[in-house]
């Protein structure tokens, strides 16, 4: 137990990474989609979504899977709790799927094909805001 707290650090540093990319990709995707007549950018902007989603955000949602896990392994007693615990674990794999799902999403946009609108992708950037609120009030508050 004398080194949770530095798994605790290197999970919210790996929190802060991963949910950087979830708020910036699908901004970039707004601008992909609404900029794709104009070939430099779009050529800048897919270098841009490849290394936010390979370099920074991949690596950083499973270094936060990972030190979540570890936590849990170190700090069982959490599971008894109460369900809030439960219902984070819940938002977090939502919040899995939706990485996975942007990397649907930059490979459609790389090879030119099924653009979404800038409105979509505008609409979409909201869903990680929406889920890492809930997060956060699982753990702070701890509401049940």
Partial sequence: MEYYQWVLT??????????AMLFYLP?????HSEHKDKEDFVT????????????????????????????LYVNSGLFSTG?????KIFFVALLIAYSFSLEYYRVKLSNDSGYKSGKFFRFYNEVPTILSIAIVIFVIIKPF
């Fill in 10 to 19: 290197f999970h919210i540093m790996s929190v802060m990474s991963w949910m």
């Fill in 44 to 71: 800048v902007v897919k270098i841009q979504e490849f290394k936010l989603y390979k370099y920074i955000g991949l690596p950083a949602m499973w270094a936060t899977i990972l030190s979540g896990i570890w936590m």
């Fill in 83 to 87: 369900g809030w615990l439960y219902a």
């Fill in 27 to 31: 901004r970039l995707f707004v601008y």
